[in-house]
């Protein structure tokens, strides 16, 4: 037992066996360093989604549906021809993926009364909301952005923040429990290029991280 205690302190003691330690400590210690400086900057906003616009079509005049001319799940253009209410045709007025379209004729809607949805995918934003005393200072319009959805977990997606809310979102109140004081949440809008993205969809769960440092 004391020849084995001996050999190894005599290998620990061996010049090489020092120095390769040391490089091994001052590798970890610059590597947490580096690391440290890579994230100190960054804010995490995990209450994220991704959110666009959704145009819902309606008659002018009343009528009974005679025709649709697409389908849920149908990418279509802008102007294109959807459905016949009466005599009046409906078009779309952006592009974008039919959501919601009648699947049987002979319905009849009122004025205003929608009968196809469509979500325009091209204007998707990812909206986050963030408590004020998380980061929400240290947040300014054009830094960088990059955000994960759940549907996804292993991609990582790249944008600009956009907007920064000037008002807080009075629905999402919580309380501090170390002054009762209330903590408002603001919202912040992350733009990105959807083309690169096809499969993201509006309403997917998402986690944000900004970039501060610029």
């Known amino acids: 037992m004391e020849n084995t205690n001996k050999s190894k302190n005599n290998i620990i003691n061996k010049p090489w066996i020092q120095s390769l330690l040391a490089i091994i400590v ?21 209450n994220s989604y991704l959110k666009a616009p959704i145009a819902n079509i309606a008659p002018t005049t009343s009528g009974v549906l005679n025709a649709v001319y697409v389908k849920d799940g149908d990418r279509i253009g802008p102007n294109s021809q959807i ?19 009648p699947k049987v ?6 004025v205003g009364q929608t009968v196809i949805s469509i979500v325009d995918d091209s204007q998707m934003k990812v909206v986050g909301s963030i408590e004020e005393t998380k980061g929400l200072k240290s947040i300014m319009v054009g ?5 994960t959805v759940d549907a996804y977990p292993e991609n990582n997606y790249s944008g600009i923040v956009e907007n920064v809310s000037a008002v807080s979102n009075e629905s999402s109140v919580v309380f501090s429990i170390s ?4 903590i408002k949440k603001f919202d912040v809008t992350v733009r990105f290029d959807h083309n690169k993205y096809p499969e993201l969809k509006s309403g997917m769960s998402a986690k944000i991280t900004v970039n501060t440092r610029q």
């Open 143 to 147: 830094n960088i952005a990059s955000f």
């Open 83 to 101: 459905a016949l209410v009466g005599s009046e045709i409906l078009y779309s007025k952006e592009g974008g993926i039919v959501t919601s379209a």
């Open 179 to 182: 002054d009762k004081r209330a």
């Open 105 to 110: 004729l002979g319905s009849y809607y009122n």
């Open 26 to 46: 001052i590798f970890g210690t610059l590597s947490f360093f580096l690391y440290w400086q890579s994230v100190k900057n960054d804010v995490f906003i995990e």
